[in-house]
């Protein structure tokens, strides 16, 4: 299948975006970014003409041709079995795939979605939580996903380079877009020196590199 017309709704900060970006990278798949602002005006996702192409008010979506593709893992994965690419993102076997997939969920599933912006403003819209309050918020959730993580990482023999083995996977595709919240969030990664290795190891790849929140179209200059 022809990459020809992939875009991308992204936000330069959204680590769900983020994701997706890296994705594409490691994929060697052209694609057009098209930006939505996540706070600028209200929220571009609340617009009436994104909601229609995604009735969430998330980013990402990704435009495939005519096919609409929304969530992060979703989209990835068809990525992953629509267009060969440089390299799969997902291991040939059920065992290493569900590793890797039970490795990504860590963040997908269980960090990122009580962290995200719209939970954040939630705490200050309906409480009126303060700023530092919501930050230790997030570090609390992030070190509570990151200390389970870390033991697997540790405890396992499939560990490599990467997550899993010597080969970017979907685990590290979640994995480098939480750690740069962590960053942001004032949460110190001395705890997690496996995770912290990895990291580094990843955004020493280009596409890891290309897909960082500074280097969007959208950031701020």
Known sequence: MSADGLRLYSYWRSSAAYRVRIALNLKGLPHEIIPVHLTANGGEQHSAEYAQLNPQEFVPTLLDGGRVIRQSMAIIEYLDESYDGELKLLPPTARDRAR????AQIVACDIHPINNLR??????R?????V???????????????GAMEDLLVESPSTGQFCEGDDPSLADICLVPQVYNANRW???????PTIARITEECLKLPAFDRARPENQIDAPR
């Open 119 to 124: 939970v954040l403003q939630y705490l200050e």
């Open 132 to 146: 530092e309050e919501r930050e230790r918020w997030s570090r609390h959730w992030i070190r509570e996903g990151f």
């Open 186 to 192: 004032g949460l110190d990664l001395a705890e997690f």
């Open 126 to 130: 309906e409480f009126n939580t303060p």
């Open 100 to 103: 890797v997939r039970g490795l």
